[in-house]
C-alpha cells in the first residue's frame, strides 16, 4: 500500500505497524466487546526491531470510551471540534483566533516572522510546499499541517498533480506534511492521490435549488472521502462576474455610492449547516478581501464568521466523534434535520430549507416548529440552544414517541437530547464563554438587515403614498426599537434579552426583504435571469435599474445564425463548439426539425430548425450531473453591443429527455457574467422551457452567448435573441447661470 501511494523508489527500511484498531459497528448506547483471538501469520514482532518495547504500551492504547477520554471529550478542546480555516489577508491573528479559526490558508510559502505569530496565535497553517528544499526550523514549522499541492484542478491537472505530490512526498522529514488539493470534478480520482481532498461547494447565487446543491455535495462527499475526512471550500465572497453587474448597476441608479457589502449572514450560516448534515467535516473559508471590524460594511460578515465558528464549535462533539442517528418528524416542510448520537446524548440540528428560496430566507417565526421522535432509554431532558442562550423544552408522549415544540424558532436551531451530566455541563460552558459575543453578533446582522430592507423599501416606493410602504416602514421603526433595547440589554450582562430582541428584529426587517425578492422574481425566467435579484443586497438596484430603463427604449440587436438555419451559416458567422472526451456518452450537436418535437406544443413551419445538444449514457454507464463541468459547449457568433449597455436574450429550449442528477441540464449564459451566473434549463420531458437574462455589457469585448450541457439530458434550443437599452444616468450637474444675452422675441 506505501509503494502504491508514494512510489516504488521509496525507502521503507525500518517501517512498521504500530498498532491495531479495530472498529465494531453496533447502536446507540455503550458495548463491551471481547476478542478471543488475534494471529497476524508472517508478521514481524516489534521485539526484533533491536529497540525495547515500550512499558507502558498498552495504557497507551486503553479503550478511548472509557472514564477519562468520556470526561476529555466534553472538554470543549480544538481537537474536537470541526476546523474552519480562513484565507489569510493581512489580518491580525490573535484576532482571527479570537473569531474561533483553526488556521490559516497562504497564498505562499511562510516566512519564520509570520510563522511565530501564527504559533503565539495558537493558528496552524496550509500553505503552498516550497520549490526547493529549505533548511527549516523544526519549532516553527511544526505549526505547518499541510501542503496545499494544487487548488481548483480538473481532471487534465491530475497528471501534474500526481507528480507534484511525488516531489512533495520526497521533502526530509521535517517537511513531511499531508497533502492537500482542491478539485473541480472526478472526486473519485482526486481522492486516490492527495490526504485530503477539498471539494468546493455550488456557489450559492448559481443555479439549482438548494436541495439540489446539497445532494451533489453529500454524493461527491463520499466520493472524496478515501484517505481524508471531507473538506469543503466555501466563498465569502462574490463572484467576479456577478461583482462587475452589480458594480455597473450602482454607477447607474447610484452613482458614488459606497460599494455594497453582499455577505447574507443567515444564507452562509445556513450553508454552511447544510454542508455539515451532507458530510463536511472540514471548512475552507475563500476571501479575495480581508475581515474588516472597523468598516460599517463590513462588520456583517465578521458576525457571521464568528456565528458560524461558534457552531462548529457546539457541535463538533457530536459530528466528529458520534454516529449519525434518526432525525425527527417535523410537522413543517420548510425545516430539515440532521441527527448525531454519542455519549448518552444526541444533538439534533434544524435548517430552514424553504422550497424556493435559495437566495434569500422567509421569515421563520410565524409558527412554532413541532419535532417528533422515539427517545433512548433514559433521556428525558432536551435543551434549545438558540445562539447564546438555553432553554429547557417539554416532553409530551405520543403514538410515535416525544414531541417537542420551539415557539419561535430561528433559521437554525439546535436540540441536545441527554440525561449525561457532562453533556449538560459542555452545553452550559460553551453557553456562558460565547453568550455575550453571540448577543454582540445577533444584533449587528439584526442592525444590517434592518437598513437593507429600508433601502429596498425607498427603491420600491419613492414616494412612500402607499398603504404597504407605510406599514413596512412602520415595521422597520418597530424592529430598530427593538435593537436599541437589545443593545441595552447587553450593557446591562443580559446577553439572553438581547438575542431574543435581535431575532425578534431581524424576523421582522427578512419579513420585508422576502417579500420584495419574491415580487422581483415574479416576472424573471428564473432567479438567474437578472443578476441584481441574487442576494437581497442588491436588490434595491432592481427596480431603480427599471425606472432608469423607463425612461429609454430597447433596441433590437443582431444576433448573427441566432435562428439556427443552416449550419454552415452558423459556422461562416463565427459559432463554434466544443467537446469533451467521455467514453461513458454518446454526444449530438446538430439542426433538427422543430416540428419533429412536439408538434402540439410548436406550432412552427416545417421549415424551422432548432440546435440539439444531447448527452445520452451508454449502457450500464452513467453521466455525473452538475457543477462540475460540462460535456458539450456551444458558444455564438460575436455580437457588437457598447459597453455599458445593458442587454436582453430571450429564446426557449424543448426539454426532449429530463435532466435527473442534481445540477444537470442545458446552462445558458453569456461572456460577461460567466456560467456561475447562467440559468440552468431544467424541466419535464416534453416541456417548454422560456430563456431569459439581462446582463450589463461590462467590458469592450463583443457579447457571445453560451450553452453547457451538463450531465445526461437531451434538449432543443429554439433560436435566441437579443435586445439592448441605454438606462438613463443621474444627472449631477445643471447649468443655472442666467444667459448673458435674453433671448430675442420675435
Known amino acids: 500500500m506505501l509503494r502504491q501511494r508514494y512510489g516504488s523508489k521509496m525507502n521503507f527500511d525500518g517501517a512498521y505497524i504500530d498498532s491495531l484498531v479495530l472498529n465494531a459497528y453496533t447502536g446507540p448506547g455503550r458495548y463491551r466487546v471481547k476478542i478471543d483471538e488475534l494471529t497476524m501469520p508472517g508478521m514481524i514482532p516489534i521485539s526484533s526491531l533491536g529497540t525495547p518495547v515500550l512499558v507502558e504500551w498498552r495504557a497507551r492504547w486503553r479503550w478511548r470510551d472509557g472514564a477519562g477520554s468520556e470526561e476529555l471529550r466534553w472538554m470543549q478542546t480544538s481537537q474536537g471540534r470541526i476546523p474552519a480555516w480562513w484565507q489569510y489577508q493581512g489580518e491580525s491573528l490573535p484576532w482571527l483566533n479570537s473569531l474561533g479559526f483553526h488556521g490559516l490558508l497562504l497564498s505562499r510559502v511562510p516566512t519564520p516572522p509570520l510563522l511565530e505569530e501564527a504559533q503565539a496565535a495558537k493558528l496552524t497553517i496550509i500553505a503552498p510546499p516550497p520549490s526547493y528544499i529549505v533548511t527549516v526550523d523544526e519549532r516553527l514549522w511544526d505549526n505547518v499541517k499541510g501542503w496545499l499541492v494544487g487548488a481548483a484542478v480538473d481532471v487534465r491537472g491530475l497528471d501534474d498533480l500526481k507528480q507534484e505530490v511525488l516531489r512533495v512526498s520526497q521533502f526530509p522529514q521535517p517537511l513531511q506534511r499531508k497533502t492537500i488539493a482542491e478539485a473541480m470534478e472526478d472526486y473519485w480520482a482526486f481522492s486516490r492521490v492527495v490526504d485530503e481532498l477539498i471539494v468546493p461547494a455550488p456557489a450559492a447565487v448559481s443555479a439549482g435549488t438548494t436541495q439540489e446543491k446539497t445532494d451533489w455535495l ?4 463520499q466520493n472524496s472521502r478515501r484517505l481524508g475526512s471531507g473538506w469543503v471550500s466555501i466563498s465569502t465572497d462574490p463572484l467576479p462576474g456577478w461583482h462587475d453587474q452589480i458594480r455597473h448597476a450602482q454607477q447607474i441608479v447610484q452613482p458614488g455610492e459606497e460599494d455594497i457589502e453582499t455577505t447574507d449572514a443567515v444564507q452562509l450560516r445556513l450553508q454552511v449547516a447544510k454542508a455539515v448534515a451532507a458530510g463536511a467535516r472540514g471548512f475552507l473559508f475563500r476571501s479575495a478581501t480581508p475581515l474588516d471590524v472597523t468598516n460599517e460594511q463590513h462588520r456583517v460578515r465578521v458576525a457571521a464568521m464568528r456565528t458560524i465558528n461558534r457552531d462548529l464549535s457546539l457541535v463538533g462533539p457530536w459530528v466528529m466523534g458520534g454516529q449519525i442517528a434518526p432525525v425527527p418528524r417535523l410537522d413543517r416542510a420548510d425545516f430539515s434535520a440532521a441527527a448525531w448520537t454519542t455519549s448518552r446524548s444526541q444533538l439534533v440540528m434544524l435548517v430552514a430549507h424553504s422550497a424556493g428560496a435559495e437566495h434569500t430566507t422567509p421569515p421563520t417565526q410565524e409558527r412554532a416548529l413541532k419535532c417528533t421522535m422515539p427517545l433512548p432509554t433514559g433521556i428525558h431532558n432536551v435543551l434549545r440552544i438558540t445562539g447564546g442562550s438555553v432553554q429547557s423544552l417539554l ?17 437554525v436551531e439546535f436540540c441536545v437530547l441527554t ?5 449538560e455541563r459542555y452545553v452550559s460552558r460553551h453557553l456562558s464563554q460565547t453568550g455575550t459575543e453571540a448577543a454582540e453578533d445577533m444584533l449587528d446582522i439584526a442592525s444590517h438587515q434592518l437598513r437593507l ?12 403614498d402607499a398603504e404597504l410602504p407605510r406599514r413596512y416602514y412602520s415595521t422597520i421603526r418597530a ?3 427593538l435593537v436599541e433595547q437589545g443593545y441595552g440589554r447587553l450593557r446591562a450582562n443580559r446577553s ?34 437578472s443578476p441584481l435579484v441574487l442576494t437581497a443586497a442588491s436588490l434595491p438596484y432592481h427596480w431603480e435599474l427599471a425606472r432608469a430603463c423607463e425612461k429609454s427604449s430597447w433596441r433590437s440587436v443582431a444576433l448573427p445564425a441566432g435562428e439556427f438555419s443552416s449550419l454552415d451559416g452558423m459556422l461562416q458567422a463565427g459559432w463554434s463548439q466544443q467537446r469533451r472526451l467521455n467514453d461513458r456518452a454518446e454526444m449530438r450537436v446538430e439542426l433538427v426539425p422543430l416540428s419533429e418535437s412536439d408538434p402540439q406544443l410548436l406550432p412552427m413551419p416545417r421549415s424551422a430548425l432548432g440546435l440539439r445538444l444531447a448527452a445520452l449514457p451508454k ?26 449597455d445593458l442587454v436582453r436574450i430571450t429564446g426557449r429550449a424543448i426539454i426532449r429527455r429530463a435532466p435527473i442528477e442534481p445540477g444537470a441540464g442545458l446552462l445558458i449564459y453569456e461572456n460577461n457574467g460567466g456560467p456561475a451566473l447562467g440559468q440552468l434549463v431544467r424541466g419535464a420531458e416534453g416541456q417548454a422551457v422560456n430563456i431569459e437574462l439581462y446582463r450589463f ?50
Do not use: F, H
Request: aromatic share 4%; with cysteine.
Open 218 to 221: 453529500r454524493a461527491n462527499l
Open 395 to 411: 416532553l409530551t408522549p405520543g403514538d410515535n414517541g416525544m414531541t417537542w415544540e420551539i415557539k419561535d424558532p430561528s433559521a
Open 419 to 423: 440525561d449525561n451530566p457532562l453533556v
Open 453 to 464: 430592507a429600508s433601502r429596498i423599501t425607498t427603491a420600491r416606493w419613492p414616494a412612500a
Open 479 to 481: 424592529a430598530e426599537q
Open 496 to 529: 439572553s434579552m438581547a438575542i431574543e430582541a435581535a431575532s425578534q428584529a431581524y424576523d421582522a426587517a427578512q419579513m420585508i426583504v422576502y417579500e420584495s425578492y419574491q415580487t422581483a422574481i415574479s416576472n424573471l425566467a428564473a432567479p438567474q435571469s
Open 619 to 644: 449502457p450500464g454507464q452513467q453521466l455525473p450531473g452538475g457543477y462540475e463541468g460540462a460535456s458539450i459547449r456551444v458558444r455564438s457568433a460575436p455580437s457588437p453591443i457598447a459597453q455599458g
Open 697 to 746: 455589457i461590462t467590458d469592450d469585448q463583443p457579447l457571445r452567448v453560451l450553452t453547457e450541457l451538463r450531465g445526461a439530458c437531451d434538449i432543443i434550443l429554439e433560436g435566441l435573441s437579443l435586445s439592448a437599452i441605454s438606462p438613463a444616468v443621474n444627472v449631477s450637474k445643471y447649468i443655472t447661470s442666467p444667459l448673458p444675452v435674453a433671448p430675442a422675441v420675435p
